[in-house]
């Protein structure tokens, strides 16, 4: 009976270091809004539900202390790359947010980012909370979970840990993440582009005009209002985009 016990914990405790340690990580859990103790509860819930699916995929304990020492480290391991690769691709949020942020010239109002967890322009920390609303609203956090649970048949619980490719991966991510938020914040960058090249213009053809009293306004005004046009869009596009990087994990 206390073998069998031994073993009941051993694996239970596998899936709650993977499942968990990804949890700490995610966009919306890892926000300082939600407390500690029911991260760790939604963690120790889900592990429960998933034990009668996940324990008969799970390696037999090894005999060896240091051995079961690293096999938790590889579940910690698995949990914290995938937990980072979804922070990693939320992040294309907040980039487009700081340019948007810094057309419109909201550059020096800044708010704590839950999501990010520093501060940030005040458009950027809007954009991760409404994107974290809508995430949560259409139930794609779900889906944030299911790519933690398929990530038994990429990596399977005790085998040898990835390293190149998992960097790989990483830096494949990030630059994807870069090329989306560029991407998500291009109707502010062309607006910049124009906005700044259309005031330059004006003050060589009217010198005795003061273009900053006239550029600060217009560009609040304008800017606001491209925000207005492009918001739904860009939330769209982001979820989508989200969507699909989640469901790679799966695949």
Do not use: C
């Not at 458009?123 to 909370?129: N, Q």
């Not at 809508?134 to 619980?157: G, K, Q, R």
Request: aromatic share 16%; glycine share 6%; hydrophobic share 50%.
């Amino acid at each position: 009976m206390q073998q069998l016990l031994h073993i009941e914990v051993y694996k239970y405790l596998l899936i709650f270091l993977r499942i968990g340690s990804a949890i700490m990580l995610m966009p919306g859990f890892m926000t300082t809004y939600i407390n500690m103790r029911y991260r760790l509860s939604i963690a120790l819930g889900i592990s429960v539900v998933l034990y009668p699916f996940l324990a008969d995929i799970l390696p037999p304990p090894p005999t060896d202390y240091l051995d079961h020492v690293k096999m938790y480290m590889l579940e910690i391991t698995y949990g914290v790359f995938f937990g980072l690769m979804m922070q990693v691709t939320f992040t294309a949020l907040s980039l487009a947010g700081n340019f948007a942020g810094t057309a419109i010239g909201f550059s020096n109002a800044q708010l704590f980012d839950p999501s990010t967890q520093t501060q940030s322009i005040v458009l950027e920390s809007f954009f991760s909370i409404t994107a974290l609303t809508v995430i949560f609203v259409t139930d794609l956090h779900h889906t944030m979970l299911s790519a933690v649970i398929s990530s038994y048949e990429l990596f399977p619980a005790g085998s040898s840990l990835p390293d190149g490719d998992m960097a790989n991966y990483m830096g494949q991510a990030l630059g994807e993440s870069f090329a989306t938020g560029f991407r998500l914040a291009s109707p502010f960058i062309a607006f910049t582009i124009i906005f700044y090249s259309g005031m330059g213009l004006i003050s060589r053809l009217m010198p005795q005009l003061n273009i900053f009293f006239l550029s600060l306004p217009l560009q609040l005004y304008l800017g606001i209002g491209l925000l207005f046009i492009t918001l739904p869009a860009i939330i769209f596009w982001f979820v989508e985009y989200y969507e699909r990087s989640l469901m790679a994990f799966q695949n």
